[in-house]
C-alpha cells in the first residue's frame, strides 16, 4: 500500500512504445509501479501462485477506481495503468504481474507482453474486438493460453447458459461501436461462439457446498441475470480460515478496498446476482 502511494507522486511522464504494430501506452508511474512489485516479490514463495496473487493484490489498497481506462478507439492501444483501475484492469494486472514474477524473465518487458496475452484473444492484439469483452470467454481463453484453471469446470459444477450479446445489442453505450457501426456485425459473431462455450458456474445456492474449493487469489466472476452479460463484476478471493471474503476495485467505494462482507453476503444482497465463475492463475511457461 505504502508502495502505491509514493510512487505515483512522480510527474506523469507518457511513454510511447510499438507492438505488433501498433502503440503501446504507458507511463513513468506505471513502469516505476510494476518495477517496484517486481523487486519486492523477486524472492517471494511461488509454490502457490493464488496466494502470491492476493498478496500482490494487497498492494493496490486505496488505488483508485476509475472506468474506461481502455478506451482509446477502434485501433486498441495496449494500456498499461496501474495508478487508476476497474475490477477488470485489477484482476488483469494482478495476474501479468504474477506470471511475470514466475517467468525466467521478471522485468517489466515480460509483464508487458504477459499483460497483453492475457487481454486478448489468443493474446494477439487486434484492434478492438480482440480484447476479451466478456468474462466467460476470458476465462475460456486464459484456460487454454494455460494461465489460469476453471475451477467451476474441475469440481463438476452446473453449466452456464447465459447468452452474451449485451455489447451488440447496445452498441450506442460503447464509444468505440458508436463510432463505429460497422464493427457491430462480427462483435455479434463472437458473442455468438462465445455463447455456444461450454462454461461452468457455482450458482449462490451452491455456495456452501462448493466454496470450501475456492481459494486465496481466486479470480472471481459474479454472474448475472442481466440479459446479454454473463458477468457484472470481478473480484479476488480472500480467505480467513473459514470466512471467504475478497478484494476488489469498488466503484462504490471508489478505490480499491477489502470488502467488509463476505462473498455470500455479497452475493445475496445483489438483486440481480446469480452466482459465480472461478479462474485459479497457475504457472505457465507461456
Known sequence: ???????????????????????IVVDANDKAIVEAILLDFKDADQSDP??????????????????????????????INLRE??????????????????????????FKNKLERIRYRDGVRSGYLSRLHYFSEWIDDNVNKGYVMDVARNIKAPELTTVVGFMGDHPGSYPVLKAHPELVPELKRFEEKAS???????????????????QDGDIIGITTSVKGLDVTH???????KERLSFIHASSAAEKVIRDPLTLKEYLTKGKSNTGIMVARPVRSDR
Not at 65 to 79: I, M
Not at 234 to 240: E, G, K, L, Q, W
Open 196 to 214: 455456444d462455450t461450454k462454461r461452468w458456474y457455482i450458482p449462490i445456492d451452491n455456495l456452501d457446498k462448493y466454496g470450501q474449493s475456492i
Open 85 to 110: 483501475l476497474d475490477c477488470t484492469t485489477y484482476a488483469e494486472n494482478c495476474l501479468a504481474l504474477v506470471q511475470t514474477i514466475l517467468s525466467d524473465q521478471p522485468t517489466f518487458d515480460t
Open 234 to 240: 470481478v473480484v479476488i478471493a480472500s480467505r480467513d
Open 1 to 23: 500500500m505504502k508502495l502505491i502511494r509514493v510512487l505515483i507522486l512522480v510527474v506523469f511522464v507518457p511513454v510511447y512504445f510499438q507492438s505488433s504494430g501498433q502503440d
Open 50 to 79: 493464488g496466494k502470491l496473487l492476493k498478496e500482490i493484490a494487497l498492494t493496490f489498497l486505496e488505488t483508485p477506481y476509475v472506468a474506461h481506462t481502455l478506451e482509446t478507439g477502434p485501433d486498441e492501444k495496449l494500456v
